[in-house]
């Protein structure tokens, strides 16, 4: 089955610097790769998305990259804020079978003033 | 979040107790999830439906068992809780291929 790792489980960056997390899968068959942002106390929320078929998504401060030849993926956040500290999650998921994600272990952003 | 409950919100149970959490939704979709979440795991998948009646089992089922008889709720059951089984678990839905919405949460703690 499809296993998803991701570094670092920690992360401290500026105020206005940039962050990047960094997530690898296993499974050549996924195509649709998911990240979360879990707020402290809530439920993880989706932040952005992308599909096999492209390589790059961006939506304002935020963008994801896609490498399907060396199966990893990555979250980048500019012009960083304190309202970006927060767990963020990355996943994967496979067509085949049930539509299931496997979720990254999570890294915890802290943005430093 | 909008659509999506769990309950209740925590729960201190006894070693060797059944224990039951509820998901309920307001968004009749297909797809229902439990995840639960532990530092160093990430989430993991416990049990998840794709319809009435129609469920199967995740990574980390053991110990655990579901029902849904009806689209909007998903209950999640232990049915003799262990020390290993205390953990923030989270109920999620979707109707498509993409994007889950979670719910925020249930902390599980036994004793």
């Known amino acids: 089955g499809e296993n998803v790792e991701q570094h670092p489980s920690t992360l401290s960056v500026q105020e206005g610097d940039s962050a990047v997390i960094k997530c690898t899968y296993s499974?050549?068959?996924?195509?649709?790769f998911p990240w979360y942002k879990q707020e402290l106390g809530k439920g993880p929320q989706l932040i952005i998305d992308?599909?096999?078929?492209?390589g790059e998504k961006k939506d304002q401060r935020i963008a994801v990259t896609l490498n399907k030849t060396a199966k990893h993926f990555s979250l980048h956040i500019t012009e960083t804020q304190p309202e970006d500290s927060a767990v963020y999650f990355c996943?994967?998921?496979?067509?085949?079978?049930?539509?299931?994600?496997?979720f990254g272990q999570g890294t915890r952003l802290t943005i430093n003033p | 979040d909008a659509g999506i409950t769990q309950s209740p919100r925590h729960k201190v149970t006894e070693t060797g107790t059944p224990v039951t959490l509820r998901c309920h939704q307001t968004?009749?979709?297909?797809?229902m999830y439990w995840y639960r979440q532990d530092p160093g795991h990430g989430l993991r998948l416990i049990h998840y439906s794709y319809g009435v009646k129609d469920t199967d089992k995740g990574e980390v089922s053991d110990g655990y068992s579901v029902s849904r008889s009806k689209t909007e709720d998903f209950l999640l059951t232990l049915e003799s809780a262990t020390s290993s089984q205390t953990s923030v678990y989270f109920c999620?839905?979707?109707?498509?291929?993409?994007?889950?919405?979670f719910g925020s949460g249930t902390r599980l703690t036994v004793v």
């Open positions: 996943a994967a998921r496979a067509i085949q079978g049930a539509q299931k994600l496997v």
């Open positions: 499974d050549s068959a996924s195509n649709y």
């Open positions: 968004e009749n979709h297909r797809y």
């Open positions: 999620a839905i979707s109707e498509s291929l993409y994007g889950y919405t």
């Open positions: 992308i599909r096999s078929n492209v």
